[in-house]
């Protein structure tokens, strides 16, 4: 195969609490209009190999490569787009929510092949895009077959001299633990409904699991799990059907939503075998010094393409998937009576970049048990910024009540569950807890599940370092003042201090 897969991909994902390194002014916003500059500096300056453009719930500039390479000529035709470097789009998924920007971003891929084309460059500067929440073989068909009669209408009713190419590769990108579970199934039906279908093979698969929103929906230890198992999952596919698989994960800084920042590369590389492609999200690249984030770039490349998928036996995955289901029961039960209690806090989150705000019309929102759910970052975030990292909730009762045996496996696939809780309880505020338990007694079971962590892993939650006591004193802080204002200065003044937003 040719074909070069990407190993860095950078994407939107609104995680970062400082100013990005191209912007001359100190608002760390990034407006739809900048994020065009925003791509060329994650190619140029930090050598990604990949730039996710999303139009799932988001504004995204249909000009994206007129202006790339009407801006940046020279830069891309010695790097250029489809063959050094990669632009894969994100489409909205038309099963979730309305499909206003589908034809768009469809159209967009097909008028800048002409573009490219017209200014002499050999290959599509586009090829691949992402079905988010995909739940079945059809729908991935059904998306290149609308692309594919899309093509053939543009090259007949507007024809620019080129004929269009009519195939899109789908990268389905797997978001619930049971649908991650579920991929090697919903990948063979796809492999013969594809030959059947358009009456040729594919050659390899690029697979997406989501780190983030798994985590939102059934808690920390329920999504690590997950991850793993469909890591291991589609190492068998890939030993049984022959066909190359290039797993990529969308994970951010925090250990919540997968823990992937500079400062933690080898932990990342070793919870996570058999990954080809990482996701660097605005606060990896933000919220550290150049200086430290472009040798890390390089590092996480190099792990990439050297990490080997590891297959995890029938009895261990049994006792993981068990440990899973409690996990997920325990964070139900203990979030849902503290729900509303946070809604103040996720009303006045920060924002960095320009998102669809009508939900219900455009885009959707999460649910969790008839809740409506922020995004994963304003979650995670919010959690944090009132001295409770949301990877305790309904943990510390599971992993105190699980039996040597299981403690054992999960100890084996899960390396660095004791360091991954050691980093997160530093920014654990007894002072917030107790207000908060004071104003709803639902808290205390959060209390229980520090408790738990803290004598298993015989740690002590709380601040270590001057930076950390003063995030657990603005978190004290938060939870007791009511002006909204001040609310979004001091969530903004602790993002800064642990590097990341949410």
């Known amino acids: 195969m040719d074909r070069k897969i990407p190993n860095i991909m950078g994407t939107q994902h609104p995680d970062n609490a ?3 390194f191209f912007k001359n002014h100190q608002n760390p916003f990034i407006s739809a209009y900048r994020e065009i500059d ?6 140029s300056t930090l050598d990604a190999d990949e730039y996710m453009w999303d139009w799932e719930g988001k504004h995204a500039d249909a000009s994206v490569i007129d202006r790339l390479y009407s801006e940046h000529y020279d830069y891309f035709k010695q790097h250029p787009l489809g063959k050094d470097k990669f632009l894969t789009f994100r489409f909205p998924n038309i099963w979730e929510e309305k499909g206003y920007s589908l034809m768009q971003a469809m159209t967009t891929i097909l008028s800048a092949e002409d573009f490219a084309k017209d200014l002499g460059f050999d290959q599509r500067p586009l090829f691949e895009a992402i079905l988010p ?3 079945s073989a059809d729908q991935l068909i059904e998306m290149e077959d609308k692309f594919a009669s899309l093509a ?15 195939t899109l590769q789908m990268i389905p990108l797997f978001e619930g633990f049971q649908s991650q579970l579920d991929a090697p199934e919903i990948l063979t039906k796809f492999l013969e409904m594809y030959k059947k279908h358009f009456g040729r093979d594919v050659e390899y698969m690029r697979v997406f699991l989501a780190g983030s929103d798994s985590a939102l929906s059934n808690g920390f230890l329920n999504s690590i799990i997950g991850n793993k198992l469909a890591l291991s999952h589609l190492a068998k596919f890939e030993q049984d059907s022959g066909l190359p698989i290039y797993p990529i994960a969308g994970m951010g800084s925090t250990v919540f939503r997968g823990g992937l920042s500079p400062m933690m590369l080898d932990r990342y590389l070793e919870e996570f075998p058999g990954l080809k492609t990482a996701t660097i999200q605005s606060a990896f690249r933000y919220d550290y010094p150049l200086d430290v984030v472009e040798p890390a770039i390089m590092k996480l490349r190099e792990g990439l393409q050297q990490s080997k998928f590891e297959i995890i036996p029938e009895d261990d995955e049994k006792t993981l998937l068990e440990i899973a289901e409690k996990a997920a ?3 139900h039960v203990t979030l849902d009576p503290l729900i509303n209690d946070l809604q103040p806090i996720f009303d006045v989150f920060p924002k960095r970049r320009d998102r669809h705000q009508h939900v219900g019309i455009i885009g959707y929102s999460r649910d969790v048990d008839g809740y409506k759910m922020p995004r994963a970052i304003t979650f995670t975030g919010a959690l944090y910024s009132i001295g409770v990292p949301p990877e305790f909730i309904g943990v510390g009762r599971v992993l105190t009540k699980l039996s040597d045996k299981e403690l054992t496996v999960l100890r084996k696939y899960y390396h660095n569950i004791k360091g991954d809780y050691e980093h997160v309880a530093k920014y654990f505020s007894k002072e917030a807890l107790t207000a908060l338990q004071n104003q709803n007694p639902a808290w205390k079971a959060v209390d229980d599940d520090i408790e738990g962590i803290e004598k298993l892993f015989n740690i002590v939650a709380g601040p270590e370092t001057e930076e950390q006591e003063k995030h657990a004193q603005l978190a004290a802080d938060l939870v007791k003042i009511s002006d909204d204002t001040t609310k979004t200065t001091l969530i903004q003044r602790q993002a800064t201090l642990r590097k990341f937003l949410g």
């Open 18 to 20: 400082g100013v990005p």
């Open 38 to 43: 925003e791509a060329y500096e994650n190619f």
């Open 133 to 135: 929440m995909t739940q």
């Open 152 to 166: 053939h209408y543009k090259s007949k009713e507007f024809n620019t001299g080129h004929e269009n190419s009519d």
């Open 329 to 331: 029961k325990e964070y």
